[in-house]
């Protein structure tokens, strides 16, 4: 009935694994090479750029170093005592870097995403 027996198709794993070891190996390669990629793509992407934090132009914007009696550093925000509030500039605080601020009657409250810290120490070197 079949022009070919049984025994022909008749194949081991280890039969297919040696004749196609070339293609297997191929295949592999290109898996191996698509997800490297894709990782190194993805991390990239995912690193935001460093802020440069010019210590002149916050200071200006705080209305000089003398005008900060005091800080304080918690997560993303600084809390700064000033002298005069007065002396603030709040488009200068926001091209500076900061992204938000709150004003209370005793203190300033600065709120930087992603690296309070540095700038923190720029600003008063600790």
Known sequence: MFPFSYRTLEMTFNDFLRDNAW?????????????VALILLINTKAKPKARVIEKSAYLEALGGEDNVLSHERKGSRIMLKMQDYEKLDREKLKEAGVDGFILMSDRLTLVIKGDAEAVEKTLFGE
């Open 23 to 35: 293609w297997i190996a191929l295949a592999f390669a290109g898996l191996v090479l698509l997800s």
